[in-house]
Structure formats: C-alpha cells, structure tokens
C-alpha cells in the first residue's frame, strides 16, 4: 500500500527557504512517500500573532485548511513546526469541542466548506520516524553525514496533543539525524527558543537574551553546524547570525534542515539541492564535507 | 410611565437596519449600538416619541483607529446611551445642535480635545482652548494606531491581504521556477477563487476590523 499524505508547506519554506521543499521532495519520492499538494490553502495561521488577535479568525483559517485536506481524504502533513503547532491545536479543539466546530462550520459552511475533524496532522519527523522507519531510512543511506551538529528542535516541535512525553519528537529528530551519520554534539540549550516569536516584540532581547547564548554554548561545544527542523527558527538563525555581527558577535554556523542533511546522505548533491538558496554558508559547508 | 421595553421596541422597530445591538444590562438602563450613519436619526425618532428627553451629554472614546461616540440620555427616569462608532480617518462629527440645542457646549469640547471637525455646528468655534492652539496637539486626541506592534504589522498585513505571510517576491519566485519548483507554491495567493473564500473567512470574522486592516487599500489603516 502507497503512504500518501497531504502535504502542507506552509509559507516560510516555499517563499524563503525552497531548498528544504526541494530535499523533502527528494527524500519524501526516495522513500516512497507519495505527498499530495494541498491546492488553495492559506498560512496555517502562524501561531502567535494571530491567535492572540482573534481567535475565531485563527481556527476558522487552519479549519479551512484541515478540510481541503478532508476533501482529498488525506492525513496532514507539515514540515513547520510552527504550522504543525497551529494545525495540531486547532484540530484538538475542532474535534474535541462540538460547539467550536458548529460555530466554524457556519463560517466555513458560507463558502461551501465543511470540517469533521477526519485528519490527522503530523510532523514530517514523525512520518519519517512512525511510517516509514529507521531502518528503511538507514538502508537507503549511501553517503553518511559525518559533520559535528549541535540540534535545535524549535519550541513547538516539544508540542503534544495530549501534553505526553514532550521528547517523542525531539528524540526522533535526533535518531534521524543520528542515522545519516552526524556526530550529535550536545551543548546543553537544546531547549532554549532562538528568539524568533519574540522578534516580534523585542529586537534586542530577541538576539541577545535568546539567540547569542545559543550560539555561545553551540561554539563552546564544538560543533561545526546547526541542524533545525523549523523555517522560522533557520530563519532566526541565519539572519540573527548578521545582525549580531554590527555588535561584534562574529558567527557564521550554517543551518541545516533535517531534510537536507537526510537528502546528502541519500547521495543528492548540494548543487541538486540548492543549498545556496541559504543565508548562511550550507552549500560551502556541505561542498567541504563532500571532499573530506 | 415609559418602561425599557418600551424603548427597546421603538428603537428596534424604527432602525430595523442600522440598531447593532440594544441591551438591558439593569433597571433603568439601556446601552443601543447603533450604525454611525443613523446617528442622527435615531436622536430625531427618540425626540418625536418621548416628551420627556433630556440630554445628559456627549462621551467620546478615542479607541486608537476608532472613534466611539456615547450619547447619554435620560426618558422618564431611564438613562440610554447611544453607542457609535466611526474611523478616525473620517474626523467629522454632524452636530445635533438643530435637533437637541443642550448639545452645543459638549460637541464644541469634544472638537477642542480630540480635534474632531464639527459640521454644521452653529457656532463652530474652540469652547476651551484658545484659538490659535495648534490642530495637531488635542489633549486628548491619540496616534492612529491598533492593537498591533509595529513589528507584528508586515505579518498581519501580509497575511489578511495575500493569505500568506512570507514576502512573496519575483526574486524568489524566479529562483523557484531555475530549481524546478512551481513558480509559487499553490497557495490561495495564486486562485482568485481560493483568496476569495479565504477573504470571506476573515471578514466573517473579527481579525480584520481588529487589525485595523483597510479592504480597499489592501493595507493597514496605520504603519
């Protein structure tokens, strides 16, 4: 039996880092993976300017999107982590909660558009760890990774429905990565935010209070390269990393998606991968360890 | 003897279109929302019913994009308030001076803290600062502005007005299209049927108006 899923791509990853849609593609067909665009679908909505906004506006616009899904009869799946919280949630209380979902049905229902809480949502690293397995994500490694990484899971990827075991996904991002053959460097602020929400708020605080301790304890550890698995945090990353620079903070890690390291063992080259379309040195990063 | 019920009928009879909303909250007390562009009438049909109409005075609320007009009442021991609600932008305030002469000292201090310009006042001139007090420093006139931050505002403005809240720009779409991607990805951005049904969603809903979001513009009403 084909694994299908709807993907969702959200807005951070086709409009500014295309090199993960690029390798999630690459690996998703290496693996077997059918996905399935999810035609017409708006942002999530990001999960924190607009939930505080209105909330009604924010369920209706990620119950929007679970139903396009519904229609294709499909389980959701999100590369973001920002977008799987969002979808994650809102589906909690869509189908936990009939009064919401009557209520966003009436607004949905005045576009010809109808949720019944039939999709599940996951994150790629749980389809990758639950439906596809390490082992076949193993026998399709030809070209192990072996670069020092330090993981940054990003904050919503410790997000459970139920409020369980916060490191089921954050472990499995780690035995992804572990797998492609990257020597795992811990620095002790794993759980640390990068600071992207409070962008939002605080410029300063944001890159000074959140991100520059990161990056300290990830150079005091010794790795050579982040490893994400979140646009926005790769984003906080990258354009923190030259915004600290005017202030005397010299960084350059380069920031990887967990696709894309997957996609480099699975033997795509950097250039198939576009890795240039980063703001931060992956294509020079992965081209080195090419010839090392 | 005029009771509430009384009121609340009259009104929800004679503005069918333009009463948002009429509540009782307690005894003797009645707060109507009614549509700006009604102002006027409702005060006119409340006049022609009730002999006994006082006007207590006239509140103004300067809510950032908004300003919200109180009208305070009084009919046979019962205070109802008038609620209404237009855009700073529109900073004009017709005067009930021809209908309700009481209010001619109130509108006129109304115009001097908020800098609002009275229309067809008989007597439009400042009540309490002097006349050569600058127009654009009324004390209690506040920036145009919502509940926004100013770093949240791209991402909300992107968001109502594409559906999307990355900046969707040539560049990237041109660097899309050489890497073998769609030129965008299929978001509600590239089907006018699908933003259609996204817009219709946000203006069912709140986000918009708490956005301070113009639909004309395609932009926020504050930068």
């Known amino acids: 039996m084909t694994l299908e899923y709807a993907s969702f791509l959200g807005c951070q990853i086709p409009l500014r880092l295309p090199s993960i849609e690029i390798a999630s593609k690459k690996v998703f067909s290496k ?40 229609e294709l009869n499909l389980n959701l799946m999100t590369l973001c982590n920002g977008c799987y919280e969002t979808l994650v949630e809102a589906n909690e209380i869509l189908r936990n909660e009939p009064e919401e979902l009557e209520k966003i049905n009436r607004i949905l229902g005045q576009f010809g558009k109808q949720y019944n809480g039939g999709v599940e949502v996951k994150h790629a690293v749980e389809v990758l760890y639950e439906d596809i397995g390490i082992k076949k994500i193993r026998d399709s490694i030809v070209k192990p990774q072996e670069m020092r990484v330090a993981l940054h899971y990003g904050c919503h990827m410790y997000r459970e429905p139920n409020g369980e075991d916060i490191m089921r996904k954050p472990n499995m991002m780690r035995e992804l990565a572990h797998v492609t053959g990257a020597e795992i460097i811990d620095y002790g602020l794993e759980r640390l935010c990068c600071g992207y929400p409070s962008m939002q708020a605080d410029e300063e605080f944001s890159l000074t209070q959140r991100l520059l301790p990161k990056l300290r304890s990830i150079e005091g550890s010794g790795a050579e390269a982040v490893l994400l698995s979140c646009p926005a945090c790769t984003l906080q990353f990258e354009i923190g990393q030259r915004s600290l620079r005017p202030h005397g903070h010299q960084y350059g890690f380069p920031c990887i998606n967990i696709m894309e390291i997957l996609a480099l063992s699975f033997g795509f080259s950097p250039e198939e991968l576009y890795l240039e379309m980063h703001r931060s040195p992956v294509m020079q990063f992965a081209k080195k360890m090419e010839r090392d | ?87 700073k932008e529109n900073n004009l305030l017709e005067s009930i001076v021809d209908i309700i002469p009481a209010a001619s000292f109130i509108e006129r201090e109304a115009a001097d803290l908020f800098g ?106 504050y930068k």
Not at chain 2, 60 to 67: A, I, K, M, P, W
Not at chain 2, 138 to 167: D, M, N, Y
Not at chain 2, 172 to 177: C, S, T
């Open chain 1, 31 to 70: 693996l077997g993976l059918k996905t399935v665009d999810l035609m017409g679908y708006s942002c999530c909505p990001e999960p924190v300017v607009s939930r505080l906004l209105d909330k009604t506006a924010w369920l209706a616009t990620s119950a929007r999107n679970l139903a396009i899904a519904e």
């Open chain 2, 1 to 87: 003897m005029v009771s509430e019920k009384d009121i609340v009928e009259y009104l929800k009879q004679s503005l069918p279109e333009n009463l948002i909303e009429i509540n009782v909250p307690r005894r003797r007390r009645i707060f109507a929302r009614i549509r700006y562009s009604a102002l006027r009438r409702a005060i006119e049909l409340l006049k022609m019913r009730y002999d006994s109409l006082r006007f207590i005075t006239l509140s103004v609320v300067d809510h950032g994009l908004d300003f919200e007009y109180l009208y305070h009442f009084h009919i046979d021991g019962i205070v109802l308030t008038l609620r209404s609600v237009t855009s």
């Open chain 2, 116 to 221: 609002i310009k009275l229309i067809n006042h008989p007597e439009p001139k400042p009540l309490i600062l002097t006349e050569d007090w600058p127009a654009d420093q009324r004390p209690l006139r506040r920036p145009l502005k919502g509940e926004l931050p100013p770093q949240a505002r791209s991402v909300a403005e992107a968001f109502i007005s594409t559906s999307c809240v990355a900046p969707i720009s040539t560049f990237i779409q041109r660097r899309r299209e050489a890497a073998g991607l769609p030129r965008s990805p299929p978001m509600a951005f590239t089907d006018e049927k699908a933003l259609q049904e996204f817009h219709g969603i946000v203006k069912a809903t709140n986000l918009a108006e708490k956005s301070g979001f113009d639909w004309e513009k395609k932009q926020l009403r």
